[in-house]
T-cell receptor, first 113, second 113 residues
Framework: EPEVTQTPSHQVTQMGQEVILRCVPISNHLYFYWYRQILGQKVEFLVS????????KSEIFDDQFSVERPDGSNFTLKIRSTKLEDSAMYFC???????????FGPGTRLTVL | DAKTTQPNSMESNEEEPVHLPCNHSTISGTDYIHWYRQLPSQGPEYVIHGLTSNVNNRMASLAIAEDRKSSTLILHRATLRDAAVYYCILRNPTTSGTYKYIFGTGTRLKVLA
């Protein structure tokens, strides 16, 4: 069964550094998403992406965040200057259509020191 | 946004059916009811969804009240691998035509051997 993959599984970085989290969505899916989950808290929506542009974003997704689909398979989340509070699990998801079920990846654990 | 209310935790014995309730008294006519689960250290996983009629798939059944103000996810025979946090989510259309998935705190299901 096709699945969403994410790399790396764990990223450790120093505060103020830039990080790029990578995702490979399911190949025939057209909608892509990033969510995050701070330890012990809810899964929070960050951004949705379709047709090479952001279709929806939450208040969490401020100017330090950006997303990109650099080629036909990858979908990335960049955090320009990481803060301690960015430490969380980041989940990528994809779906065939925005109204349909979302398939989540296994997540990247980001630790900001 | 319409909200959902779920019990924080439930326990079940292995091989027995589990009924996970969800209240969504402010649901609107266009909101689909989605269920996802999150196994330990994994991303959310789609389980089932419905609008008005009861639904069955290989993982579970979804029973939706006639007034749609509540629903119940039914696992017919719980296994140890079903231990997870189960989220009841209303798929809300936004004014921009996209669809939000707002995760609550979910129900942590513990399955006893």
């Amino acid at each position: 069964e096709p699945e969403v993959t994410q790399t790396p599984s764990h990223q450790v970085t120093q505060m103020g550094q830039e990080v790029i989290l990578r995702c490979v969505p399911i190949s025939n899916h057209l909608y892509f998403y990033w969510y995050r989950q701070i330890l012990g808290q809810k899964v929070e929506f960050l951004v949705s992406f379709y047709n090479n542009e952001i279709s929806e974003k939450s208040e969490i997704f401020d100017d330090q965040f950006s997303v990109e689909r650099p080629d036909g398979s990858n979908f990335t989340l960049k955090i320009r200057s990481t803060k301690l509070e960015d430490s969380a699990m980041y989940f990528c998801a994809s779906s065939e259509m925005d109204s349909l079920s979302r398939y989540f990846g296994p997540g990247t654990r980001l630790t900001v020191l | 946004d319409a909200k959902t209310t779920q019990p924080n935790s439930m326990e079940s014995n292995e091989e027995e059916p589990v009924h996970l309730p969800c209240n969504h008294s402010t649901i609107s006519g266009t909101d689909y009811i989605h269920w996802y689960r999150q196994l330990p250290s994994q991303g959310p996983e789609y389980v089932i969804h419905g609008l008005t009629s009861n639904v069955n798939n290989r993982m579970a059944s979804l029973a939706i009240a006639e007034d749609r103000k509540s629903s119940t996810l039914i696992l017919h025979r719980a296994t140890l691998r079903d231990a997870a946090v189960y989220y009841c989510i209303l798929r809300n259309p936004t004014t921009s035509g996209t669809y939000k998935y707002i995760f609550g705190t979910g129900t942590r299901l513990k399955v006893l051997a």
